[in-house]
Antibody, heavy 117, light 111 residues
Framework: VQLLESGGGLVQPGGSLRLSCAAS????????MNWVRQAPGKGLEWVSG????????YYADSVKGRFTISRDNSKNTLYLQMTSLRAEDTAIYYC???????????WGQGTLVTVSS | QSALTQPPSASGSPGQSVTIACTGT?????????VSWYQQHPGKAPKLMIY???KRPSGVPDRFSGSKSGNTASLTVSGLQAEDEADYYC???????????FGGGTKLTVL
């Protein structure tokens, strides 16, 4: 199993960014997937989840209405569209494969998003 | 969506046992047998150590064990080794509205 995130970088407050997570080594279309972030020096925060078929989707209150999770099962890729970015969104963003209701058994290496002017 | 409560730090000497608690509510920890524990070393991605309260993924030493009583789950590390020094996080399913919630993390120090 391999999860490879990309798309992170420096963005100004109010800006947008799209993260991608390329999956391999398992049947991507059979598993729910999630985004989890970690601000510098802080703990893990669950951000968003999507079931195997793509609907429904779930969001933390802190990103609801600003972030959109999606997936393309034909490309084995998970996405996170982030808009109206704030300084407090600065974090390493991990994609994680879900097992069962809420266990994340495989994680990517993370991609750093920095929101700053 | 309130975070689960973990002690910020825990410690033990090599060979000893240490237990880390993770306290939630009846809407998350207490309501489902879906508590997981993760180990994170500095600069690394988290690693799943325990799932569904008590189960260990393949490759995780049996020194790691999990349990739950009411709204509190616990991770016990027996026979502490230097490489167990890391941050540990719990998470739980929190229903279809809140989905998943993490604990704040516990830094485990091996003295």
């Amino acid at each position: 199993v391999q999860l490879l995130e990309s798309g992170g970088g420096l963005v100004q407050p109010g800006g947008s960014l799209r993260l991608s997570c390329a999956a391999s080594g398992f049947t991507f279309s059979s598993y729910a997937m999630n985004w989890v972030r970690q601000a510098p020096g802080k703990g893990l925060e669950w951000v968003s989840g999507i079931i195997d078929s793509g609907t429904p989707t779930y969001y933390a209150d802190s990103v609801k209405g600003r972030f959109t999770i999606s997936r393309d099962n034909s490309k084995n890729t998970l996405y996170l569209q982030m808009t109206s970015l704030r300084a407090e969104d600065t974090a390493i963003y991990y994609c994680a494969k879900q097992m069962g209701l809420s266990s994340f058994d495989y994680w990517g290496q993370g991609t750093l998003v920095t929101v700053s002017s | 969506q309130s975070a689960l409560t973990q002690p910020p730090s825990a410690s033990g000497s090599p060979g000893q046992s240490v237990t880390i608690a993770c306290t939630g509510t009846s809407s998350d920890v207490g309501g489902y047998n879906s508590v997981s524990w993760y180990q994170q070393h500095p600069g690394k991605a988290p690693k799943l150590m325990i799932y569904e309260v008590t189960k260990r993924p393949s490759g995780v030493p049996d020194r790691f064990s999990g349990s739950k009583s009411g709204n509190t789950a616990s991770l016990t590390v027996s026979g502490l080794q230097a490489e167990d020094e890391a941050d540990y996080y719990c998470n739980s399913y929190a229903g279809s509205n809140n989905y998943v919630v993490f604990g704040g993390g516990t830094k485990l120090t091996v003295l």
